[in-house]
């Protein structure tokens, strides 16, 4: 059977961290972050996330005084095993702190 193709555009990094999940409702809930990239992040959660949901993201990046709020969308989900979040708006300062971020990070690996 051939290898699955990798449709990723950016590399994931290990990258480990408490976040906020905030639904469309207002209603937050806590996640950990396992791994992220310039494109978005997969994070723990229960209870699991619905796929195509749009939510928010918040989360301290080094170098930014204050947690971020980043916009995503839920690109897929599995119960118990968490949520890939793809980001949908990066502010300026967002986008240079996780380049920095990333630079010092061990690639993820699936």
């Known amino acids: 059977m051939p290898a699955a193709h ?13 976040v906020k999940i905030s639904l ?10 396992i791994n992220l990239s310039l ?5 723990e959660t229960l209870p699991p996330l ?3 949901a749009r939510v928010k993201l918040q989360i301290r990046l080094p170098g ?18 968490g949520a890939g979040l793809q980001f949908e708006q990066l502010r ?8 920095r971020l990333i630079t010092t990070l061990p690639p993820a690996f699936d």
């Open 6 to 18: 990798n449709k990723r555009k950016y590399s994931r990094f290990q990258f480990s961290t408490e």
């Open 24 to 33: 469309g409702d207002n209603r937050a809930q806590d996640g950990v972050l």
């Open 39 to 43: 494109g978005g992040a997969f994070i």
């Open 50 to 52: 619905p796929f195509g």
């Open 64 to 81: 930014v005084p204050d947690a971020c709020d980043i916009p995503c969308i839920v690109r897929w989900a599995r119960s118990g095993k």
């Open 92 to 99: 300026a300062i967002e986008v240079w702190a996780l380049s």
